[in-house]
């Protein structure tokens, strides 16, 4: 085959595809795009797959030329393809063969879901607020004097166990100093408030803490406690019953007995174990009492002016009694399908 002849074919070539893909922009349709493809720059059997079967049938010293010529006739299809999709699929087009059909009924979207424990928690302090108590945060990560030292918590006491907490592998910053912790309770935010805050106080912060603990059906890394802070002149303990029976009673329905069991927290003197009877079972749900006096130093108060009682309760317990579910890692494996029940 002549060099000549060889040129007329990719002349001939270029000027019918540009045709044809003229044709699938004005129909605006991507199966007549696909195919005017497939035609022309199909690896198989496409038109210029063909042609280039005879550039090996060209003369030897019009190789170079004809080369150069296929290769620049290949980019220019490749262009014309790439635009008339452009047009076809682009600003927003669908294509013929894609149109709405408006009487199809409607996909409905799936949407999420708030998980159970967000949903306790919101309960929770909707409850609370109702009987006066503002919600607070606090941070997560925490430093000793928040977590321990403040609360009363010296240095020697077990509770700071490096293997009983997730200590972090940072120098402190911030007011404590100190070590920073992942904190290991939500007591820590009563000290956050009342340094910041003059009494009277009535606050509760619902957060995460985190312990290493082995994992099994009641116990997780990191769980949700509610603490709950009171501090003005004369409180005592009957209030933090009559609170905590209110609090009890409004979550999860019905009369709801409050039991207390006498206790040791660093935090609070005299110290109280929380058990609560709903539908004839007693169960533990945390620990509460009266500020400790050093407590109340350690932020510049003055226990002979103010008292106030303090309580911390698992919010995953609270949620799992209501709800019946007997483990903890059912709420946290991201099994939709057990979630989307509550
Ligand atoms: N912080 C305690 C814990 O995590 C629970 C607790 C006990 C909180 C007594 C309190 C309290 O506020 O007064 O085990």
């Known amino acids: 085959m002549s060099l000549n002849d060889f040129i007329k074919q990719l002349d001939d070539l270029v000027e019918s595809a540009a045709h044809s893909f003229e044709n699938a922009i004005r129909e605006v349709d991507k199966q007549i795009l696909e195919e005017t493809r497939v035609e022309y720059l199909g690896a198989k059997s496409g038109k210029l797959k063909e042609v280039q079967k005879n550039l090996g049938k060209v003369p030897k010293d019009d190789k170079p030329v004809a080369g150069k010529r296929f290769n620049e006739v290949k980019t220019r299809l490749e262009e014309l393809f790439q635009s008339a999709t452009e047009a076809i699929m682009g600003g927003g087009g669908k294509g013929k063969s894609e149109k709405l059909d408006v009487t199809l009924p409607g996909v409905r979207p799936r949407l999420g879901h708030i998980h159970p424990i967000t949903q306790t928690i919101d309960e929770l302090k909707d409850i609370m607020g109702r009987l006066g108590f503002s919600a607070v945060e606090g941070p997560e990560i925490e430093d000793d004097w928040h977590n321990f030292e ?13 293997l009983d907490n997730f200590y972090l592998n940072v120098a402190a910053s911030g007011t404590g100093g ?5 904190r290991s309770q939500t007591s820590t935010v009563q000290i956050r408030v009342m340094e910041n805050h003059k009494p009277p106080i ?8 985190y312990r290493p603990d082995e994992i099994d059906a009641t116990h997780y890394a990191m769980f949700h406690q509610i603490e ?4 003005d002149t004369n409180v005592t303990m009957a209030d933090l019953k009559y609170v905590l029976r209110l609090f009890a009673s409004s979550y999860l329905g019905g009369d709801v007995e409050i039991r207390f069991r006498p206790s040791f927290f660093p935090f609070t003197e005299p110290s109280v174990e929380v058990d609560m ?9 945390g620990g509460a009492g009266m500020v400790d006096p050093n407590v109340l130093k350690a932020v510049g108060y003055d226990p002979e002016e103010v008292t106030g009682f303090a309580f911390g309760l698992g919010v995953e317990r609270l949620c799992m009694r209501r709800h019946g579910i007997h483990d903890i890692r059912y709420l946290y494996d991201s099994n939709t399908k057990f979630l989307a029940q509550f």
Request: no cysteine; hydrophobic share 45%; glycine share 8%.
């Open 150 to 162: 403040a609360l009363n918590i010296p240095l020697e006491h077990p509770a700071r166990d490096p």
């Open 178 to 182: 100190g070590n920073q912790l992942m």
């Open 202 to 209: 009535r606050i509760v912060s619902l957060g995460r803490v």
């Open 228 to 231: 709950g802070l009171l501090v």
């Open 277 to 285: 009877r709903w539908q004839d079972t007693w169960l533990e749900f």
